[in-house]
């Protein structure tokens, strides 16, 4: 049995400029450098990640270099899209697919998303998934189908080898920027369900070795205990990444949880 570690990523957003972020970046780095066993990505808008990634390696940091969207073909007339190749020329680790904002305020479907995941994965890059349901869908009663169709189609001709490189990000489209947060037992009760249905796609153990993490309205005053359930692998981290001290606080979190699995 392989143990999860945690992962925590900082999603930026469309936030911050050129000052802002090499400031946050520097704020980062330094708040989390006695750090361990926790993998740690931030995810700065495409203007400044080569700037980011220059403060990263001059201070010899473990963080991951994030983007948080890509195209999935390689080149071309696609105006306004940003390739994996070109991620990977600026240093890019790790890229988000399916982001509530992506889905739901730039209309991109299961497909879309699926396409994305399986060239971020091709790539060699790791993917982070994010699935979650509105707080209509939740109201009806939905919540569990609605991940359940996001998890198989953003996951559709992915392979099991190819989970060594996935994260899932569950994160309810309710609870993002709202300053609501699913309660620790309503989170762990969507994840062991994800859990379970990585099972059923796949076997037993690829469910118990992927990372599944939490995102919406994660402060450091809440991190401890929504990761301590066990089948809460992290969190990917909006608003609260844009202060180093809290992002920090939430990472620390993490880590003090211990792997999992």
Not at 84 to 113: F, N, P, W, Y
Not at 127 to 132: D, E, K, N, T
Not at 245 to 261: Q, R
């Amino acid at each position: 049995m392989r143990d999860r570690k945690p992962f925590v990523g900082g999603n930026w957003k469309m936030n911050t400029n050129r000052t802002t972020s090499a400031e946050l970046t520097r704020g980062v780095v330094d708040a989390l450098a006695p750090v361990t066993g926790t993998d740690i990505a931030i995810f700065p808008p495409f203007p400044y990640l080569l700037a980011v990634r220059s403060i990263l390696r001059d201070r010899g940091s473990s963080i991951q270099l994030g983007a948080q969207d890509c195209y999935h073909k390689p080149d071309g007339a696609f105006t306004g899209e940003v390739s994996l190749d070109m991620l990977k020329d600026c240093g890019v680790q790790t890229v988000l697919a399916g982001h509530s904002e992506r889905r739901h305020v730039l209309g991109e479907d299961d497909e879309i998303v699926n396409t994305k995941l399986r060239a971020i994965v091709e790539a060699g890059l790791t993917g982070v998934l994010c699935i979650g349901e509105t707080l209509d869908q939740r109201e009806s009663g939905h919540t569990d189908p609605v991940n359940q169709r996001q998890l198989r189609g953003g996951l559709a001709d992915v392979s099991a080898d190819a989970l060594e490189k996935i994260v899932i990000a569950y994160e309810p489209v309710w609870a993002i920027g709202t300053g609501k947060t699913a309660t620790p037992e309503d989170a762990q009760d969507v994840h062991a369900k994800l859990r379970k249905l990585l099972g059923q796609m796949y076997n037993a153990d690829v469910a118990k070795r992927t990372r599944i993490i939490y995102g919406g309205s994660v402060k450091a005053s809440n991190a401890e205990e929504l990761f301590r359930q066990p089948d809460i692998d992290g969190g990917l981290i909006g608003g609260a990444s844009l202060k180093a001290p809290e992002f920090a606080g939430i990472v620390k979190a993490a880590a003090a949880t211990g792997s999992k699995g």
